[in-house]
């Protein structure tokens, strides 16, 4: 496997294969990635709006694994929509699948993440994980993950959670001088990095540098604007 101190930049359009390492990429358009044999993959993922719900395929092969963490922050009247079908196709391959919308003004989002471990999966290995945070009542999130297993000797679950900002912290830090925009933005910034733990065996300076490309796309989104 390629060494933890290297991050790469990828784009998933079409049909991609991805090789061992750590890739991050923006997700615009549909695209069905394959995970061969072996390879051990981990991907950090910011979506944009979309006009269209796109569709995400992936496939598992032998003793392949895949790491996945997706962030979505949405504005004004944003829309994300993405139908994920993650297939373990070999046996023995293992999925982490997480995803961490913040939403502010109007924005929706409306993710479906369905595994499937058909007859040949054996042995597989999978976890779904999806995050919303809400920053205006105006915001709505609709998230279901979905598992369909054939074989038995498979590991498997899932967990969906929204929620607000608690105002009882937003109150205790407000109440230590800060303002409400920067009290929000320290709690969103928990949040965010929150995410980023689900990567396993992430050395230090990698995930500092994961820190700064999600802050800096944060700040580029202007999602405090609203």
């Known amino acids: 496997m390629q060494s933890q101190n290297l991050i790469q930049q990828t784009e998933l359009k079409g049909e991609i294969s991805l090789s061992s390492g750590f890739f991050w990429t923006e997700l615009s358009t549909d695209c069905q990635i394959q995970i061969a044999e072996g390879q051990e993959v981990k991907l950090l993922i910011i979506a944009r709006p979309q006009s269209k719900k796109l569709n995400i395929a992936v496939t598992l092969d032998n003793e392949a694994r895949l790491e996945i963490v997706e962030y979505i922050w949405g504005k004004d009247e944003q ?18 699948f997480s995803v ?23 042995g597989s290995d999978t976890f779904l994980k999806l995050q919303s945070l809400l920053l205006s009542p105006e ?20 967990a969906a959670t929204m929620g607000k900002v608690d105002e009882d912290i937003l109150f205790y830090l407000e109440s230590r001088g800060f303002e409400r925009e920067q009290a929000e933005r320290l709690l969103v910034e928990a949040f965010v990095k929150d995410g980023l733990k689900q990567f396993s065996s992430v050395e230090e300076n990698l995930m ?14 202007k999602i405090y604007s609203s």
């Not at 994920?84 to 070999?90: L, P």
């Not at 915001?139 to 074989?151: T, V």
């Not at 500092?208 to 989104?221: C, S, Y």
């Open 208 to 221: 500092l540098e994961l820190e700064r490309i999600l802050l800096e796309k944060l700040d580029g989104g």
């Open 100 to 122: 961490k919308s913040v939403l502010n003004g109007a924005s929706e989002t409306d993710i479906l993440a369905d595994v499937f471990i058909p007859a040949g999966g054996n």
């Open 139 to 158: 915001a709505h999130a609709k998230a279901i993950p979905s598992l369909e297993i054939i074989p038995n000797e498979v590991k498997a679950g899932h």
């Open 79 to 96: 829309k994300f929509g993405e139908n994920w079908k993650i297939i373990h196709q070999g046996r023995n391959s293992v999925s982490r």
